[in-house]
């Protein structure tokens, strides 16, 4: 036993590793995106600014080749020349003729007016957090796959957050509120802001396609049924899970194709209203699994109660002897002073159990 107890440490140790590694290795990975395509968001931001000035520089030496005479290469760097304020080509502007002089006008202040809006738009975009930290997490998602999609981060959406983080899950979070996703951002979390209407768009940028499974926990019951909706069209073979906060509304969001449904007022009551009860529940399952039973822990204060007699009340789960756990080893395994077993019941077996432990 003590064998298999270091086994279990090893794996554990293997695994928490390997979680950690995968942890970096996405780390590394989303910022050497982020440096090689950093210039695209950039030019994505002012490729029309840039745009209008190359066409500038085509016109001028368009009007320098005609009107002035001169070779295209020789009339395209007078045309940079002006435009640009360098001076290295300086027509006669007293005897230039009016048409060509209008339309040097023309050239210079749009070419000025771009110059001025792409400046104003490049220190924009390198001053403004928001907008490295919206590319960088669309760099994050692209890069993502399999990964989990959590709708809301107002209360359950936290939780279910932080606890995919501990199991080293990829998700994704979709919030309406603008302050939640600066909140989640500056905790790492990959953060899509997003009215409930645009919910296509805000999955479309979230990856769906590529999601194992979403989960749907904003306050509103409309805004989880829509997201669910949405999620199934856009994949099919997506997983669904969603909170309803009135459970007259189950069928609905089953009908909604949710693969999962679940009430919260119903779990919360169930487990306060167990634990009250008695101090023996350690777990609860979702509504309507195993016929609302619960999971018990009993310490065994008899010596040689067999397994058997315990089952013919309620099956044996699990046993802990001296901190090893394993199942159940049949009916006539003897249970030992001191034993705690697991067993699947309900609050009547509960009573019945008390005495025979």
Known sequence: MKGLKRIGDYSLVVVKFEINMRKIFRV????LLVLASGPYFILKRVW??????ALMFFFGAAVFNHF???????????SVSTITTIGLYSPNIITMASTEKILLIIIIIASVGSAASLLQTLVAAVTKKEFFMSQIDGVRVNTMSNHIIVMGYSFLGKYVAEKLKDMGTEYVVVTKDEEQVEIARNKGIVAISSPVNLVYDALKKAGVERASAL???????GD????????????????????????????GAKAAKADVVVAPSDIIGNI?????ASNEIV???LPGRFGGKNIAEFTIKKSGLEAGTIEEVAPILLITRGGESFPSKGKDFVLETGDQIYVLTDHKSIV?????V
């Open 28 to 31: 590394f990975k989303t910022i």
């Open 224 to 251: 989880n049924m829509l997201s669910v909706m949405v999620a199934k069209q856009l994949n099919p073979n997506i997983r669904l899970v969603t909170i309803i906060n009135e459970r007259e509304l189950r069928e």
């Open 68 to 78: 002035q005479a001169l070779d295209w290469l020789t009339a395209l760097l007078g």
């Open 352 to 356: 019945k159990l008390r005495s025979l």
């Open 215 to 221: 989960v749907a926990t904003y306050d509103d019951d």
């Open 272 to 276: 306060l209203a167990t634990a009250t």
């Open 48 to 53: 029309v600014q840039l745009l209008i000035i």
């Open 283 to 285: 777990g609860a399952f």
